[in-house]
């Protein structure tokens, strides 16, 4: 007996890791997204706000990852397990983010509509987890749940503003609308890691997140007269490792010098 529960122990600071690594993936590959629109934005105000959305995800990444490391018994040598190793030594199967945060900025609207997903996720999440048995995720979710309403705030205006605009920009939002749908249902898939961690009052059984999230979405496409598509989202795999092939070249060029220079001090 002693064993077998030394055994679901195990099993169990497993799946945290992993759940923890799941929650500093996304923001710190869509951070990565959101700095390549530096001095590209359409305008500097945009350019400025989604800087700042960028950094403020890199700065929830980054606690999340650090609470991660402190969680990693993989290789009980790896003393030097932080949050930088975690970034930049993993390979891509190794990342749990989720596909909907690789996917490419292309135009404004493609950006936007990505952001404006995962910004309505991102608070019914926080506002969750910050009821979690796990001090440190409740603290980590209560200091991020600001930050991501005001994203939240951003990315709904814009979606408003260009969905009720003029003809054109009403078309490219339902473009990138129709074309990001598809990533939206692993938002709300639930795995054995994240069944069993919120059974322990820990995690945030995505499940319950979806009917919130969707009238969000409703009552704001409601104001932006952009219509929900009819396909059923179908895409999932990231948050167990299986990704498209964009997450590949974000790495590429995230973690190079790490990678080229490892353990150098700057």
Known sequence: MPHTASLEQNLFNHHLFNYVLRLGDSP?????????????????????????????LLGQARHFLSYAATLDGTDAEKKESDEDRLAFG????????LLLVEQPNGGFNDTLVRQFFIDAYHVLLHQALGQSRDTQLAAISNKSLKEVEYHLRFSRGWMIRLGDGTEQSHEKMQQSVNQLWRFTGELFHCDEVEQQLAEAGIAVDPRILHEPWKQIVTDT???????????????????????????????????????????NNW
Do not use: S, V
């Open 221 to 263: 496409f409601t104001q932006a007269t952009l219509e929900i598509p009819q396909e059923t989202p179908y895409r999932q795999g990231g948050k167990q490792g299986r990704h498209t092939e964009h997450l590949g070249y974000i790495l590429a060029e995230m973690q190079f010098l790490q990678r080229a220079y490892p353990d």
């Open 90 to 97: 993993r390979d891509e199967r190794e990342f749990r983010n």
């Open 28 to 56: 710190l590959i869509l951070a990565q997204r959101l700095c390549e629109w530096c001095g590209h934005a359409p305008e500097l105000e945009i350019d400025l706000a989604l800087a700042n959305i960028g950094l403020d």
